[in-house]
Every structure is written in C-alpha cells, then in structure tokens.
C-alpha cells in the first residue's frame, strides 16, 4: 500500500496582471503520504516553472501556503493529495487562492490588509511599567495559562478571513483572526491596556453573524468564533458603547428574556425587541415580499417542565 500510486488531474487558477485568471491543468502520480505542497513544487519544478505559489514549513506551523482545495480554504502542507480524492470521489482536485485576498500572482495573494486587521488589535503584551525597569515581574496563573493557551496557537495563515462572509460584507469587522489574538491579549492579566482593547474589539465582535465557518477551517483548532463570544461578555464594562453593541446587548437580553419566559427563542417576539416595531414592521414587507413569512408564522408548541429550565438559568 506504502508503494501504491494514483495519477491525479490538478487545476490551478491561475492569474497574472498581463493575461488576467484562467484555469491550467497539470497531471502527476501521487502516493498516499504526497501532500498538496508536495504536488506543487513537483509541478513547477518538473513540469511548469512559472508557477507561482507560497509554502515555508511543510508542517502547518508557518501558515504560508493557505489556499483553496476544492473549494474549501486549508493549508496544502496539512492536506494529502489521496485525502481529497477519496472525499470528493474523483482524481481531481481544484486549487485557488483564497477568497477575499488580492491576489498578486497564480496562488499568492496581498496580505496587507490582513496585517492591518491584526496590528489594529495590537497583537502583543503591554506589561506594566514596573516589569518594564525591571522591579517586578509578571506571573501567570495555571488557570490563566488555560484560558490563553488555545488562542495563543494562531498562525496567521488567514484561512478563516477566507472563509467569513463578514469580513467580506462588512470593513468594520475586523474578522476571526484578529479577534482570536486581540482576545488572547484582552484576557492576559498582565496586560494594562485593557480598555483600549475593549473599544478596539466590542464594535466589531458584535458584527460577527456566528456561521463558524472560522471554527470549521482552523488548521489548529483555536475557534475564533469562541473568542468573539467571549469578547461580547465583556461588553457591560464598556462605557461608551456604539449603537452595534447596544443593539447586541439588547438582542442577547431579548434572548435570555424569551428562554426564561417560553423555554425557547421566540424569534418574532426577540426581533421586536431588538429592533423595534417599525424597523420589524419594515423588515415584515421585505420578508413577504420575497416569500419569508410564511417561517414567521409557524405555530409552535409550548414547552413543558419549564421550571426544570428556569433552574438550569437561575
């Protein structure tokens, strides 16, 4: 089995300034250890040298060569070839640079606005000025440790920026990768620019819609999707809060209210909560105009034992 070979059709979208996208096939034997990396450097060092594309460490610590295989945004190192046969069922397998980057050439893309996300957040300790001349020093607690430790493994390959339709759709989301680190140091208590972490992160972890696209494609299992739920729980030691957290606020509230009262989420009753009367009156147009409400109108049973689930609130 160790010896046991399979050719492969491998398509790459290509792309240059001159000649713009198109797709190139290219074929090879691959056995059962042959990773997507692997493939590409055979492909550009046997068969075509102008193949562009970014690898480092041939073990998913670098984050470099995150693109899209078969649609799906993964690091080629961390993938093996066969692997994608056997789960799509055919000998081809479709290679892309990732989504939302600019791409500057063949699978390499611009990551400039990805670094800015990330330093926006201010992705570092800032210790306290004692530590800094050397009269203390900070130490961190087991459980503390604990909390951190997942969050601490992000390697900025972008593969969950690639996969969120947020950041896509909204520029004042900062995506799952700069919430993973921002909340890694807002959660440090050696750190001292708590607060203005707070104000950097609230707004934006608010405008995250929870489809845990970043939890499904993180090649080191630190769900940033958990990060922005954790950074919303801090929302009450805001001060000054926009008018996104405000209705977030008011939405997770609307939630706990109608949990607490019925057993379940009443979405009708939540959504006029949140939103208000007319901003639900409106949205009740645009939903029966493109055939929606019928959803809103389902008659639902009430929920037994509900003082069992009042216990498990209180």
Not at 128 to 145: F, I, M, N, T, Y
Not at 147 to 168: D, H, M, N, R, T
Not at 175 to 196: M, N, Q, V, W
Not at 277 to 300: H, S
Request: aromatic share 10%; charged share 30%; glycine share 4%.
């Amino acid at each position: 089995m160790s010896e046991e070979e399979k050719e492969i059709v491998v398509k790459i979208k290509r792309f240059s300034k001159e000649k713009g996208s198109w797709w190139q096939e290219y074929k090879l034997k691959v056995d059962r250890f042959t990773q997507m990396t692997e493939v590409l450097r055979r492909i550009k060092t046997e068969q075509d040298p102008t193949l562009a594309y970014r690898a480092s460490c041939h073990m998913a610590v670098c984050g470099s060569c995150g693109m899209k295989i078969n649609g799906e945004p993964r690091l080629a190192c961390k993938t093996l070839a066969l692997d994608m046969v056997k789960k799509y069922g055919k000998n081809e397998i479709a290679i892309e640079p990732m989504d939302f980057f600019p791409v500057i050439k063949d699978l390499i893309v611009d990551w400039t606005d990805f670094y800015n996300r990330m330093f926006k957040v201010k992705p570092r300790l800032y210790p306290s000025k004692e530590v800094l001349e050397g009269k203390a020093e900070h130490r961190l607690k087991p459980e503390d440790q604990r909390e951190l430790w997942k969050f601490e493994q992000c390697i900025w390959c972008g593969l969950c920026v690639s996969a969120c339709p947020s950041v896509k759709n909204d520029p004042e989301f900062l995506g799952p990768a700069a919430h993973a680190k921002g909340y890694r140091f807002l959660a440090d208590p050696r750190d001292t620019i708590f607060d203005e972490r707070l104000k950097i992160l609230i707004d934006s972890a608010w405008r995250c819609t929870y489809c845990y696209q970043c939890f499904n494609v993180c090649p080191r299992d630190i769900e940033p999707v958990t990060t922005i739920k954790k950074t919303r729980a801090y929302t009450k030691f805001l001060s000054e809060k926009t008018p996104v957290a405000l209705t977030g606020e008011k939405h997770a509230d609307s939630i706990a209210k109608s949990i607490e009262e019925t057993g379940k989420i009443e979405e009708a009753k939540v959504y006029i909560s949140t939103y208000g009367l007319l901003t639900a009156i409106t949205d009740m147009i645009y939903a029966m105009q493109n055939g929606k409400l019928k959803y809103a109108l389902v008659t639902q049973k009430k929920v037994k034992n509900m003082e069992q689930i009042r216990k498990i609130i209180g």
